[in-house]
């Protein structure tokens, strides 16, 4: 077995104790989860995806009784889409966004949720409007699924609305929500 003398060992402290501190670089600010600056030293400002890092807000207290879905293009339509789940708005809505929701409408106990599935462009190609020499258009359909409670599980007797409200990038096609289940 080999043994270092204790004045090695403080050589080797001594030695790395007197390298210049030259700070973290870009990688090693990324992992301290530091904000990254440029080589000036300024910081660089990014704002956080979605809002305040949010994409998508569920809930059972809506106050939609029955099954609606919604897209919300503007600021006011961004309200009212809010307004209907019952809760304040998490922020305005960010520029070059919409939003989207479905509300599965008044449900007798606990244990339901709705979750948005897919995201998807469909191109419709009507054979007529080919031939008269006009473009196909687009649509986005949004699937979305009801969760139920399991069969013979304990669930509090409560009047829900569950909902799911996401915000996507914008899209001014027309929108098809599919409810797959």
């Keep these: 077995m080999r043994h270092i003398s204790n004045a090695a060992f403080g050589g080797i402290l001594l030695s790395a104790a007197s390298l210049p501190m030259t700070g973290c670089t870009t990688a090693m600010n990324l992992l301290a989860g530091e904000p990254l600056s440029n080589p000036e030293g300024a910081e660089i400002a990014q704002a956080p995806p979605g809002i305040n890092g949010q994409f998508e807000w569920t809930g059972t207290q809506g106050s939609v009784q029955g099954r ?24 305005p809505l960010p520029a070059g966004w919409m939003g989207i929701g479905a509300f599965l409408g008044m449900r007798q106990t606990a244990g339901y949720s709705v979750a948005i599935e897919n995201i998807a462009q469909q191109v419709i190609t009507d054979q007529r409007l080919v031939d008269q020499g006009l473009p196909s258009s687009r649509e986005l359909v949004i699937s979305f699924g009801e969760r139920i409670p399991a ?4 669930t509090a007797q409560m009047l829900t609305s569950p909902y799911v409200i996401r915000i996507i990038p914008r899209d001014d096609s027309p929108v098809r929500f599919v409810q797959t289940r």
């Design 68 to 91: 609606t879905t919604i897209v919300a293009r503007t600021p006011e339509e961004w309200a009212n889409l809010w307004q209907l789940a019952n809760e304040p708005m998490p922020g």
């Design 151 to 154: 069969p013979g599980g304990m």
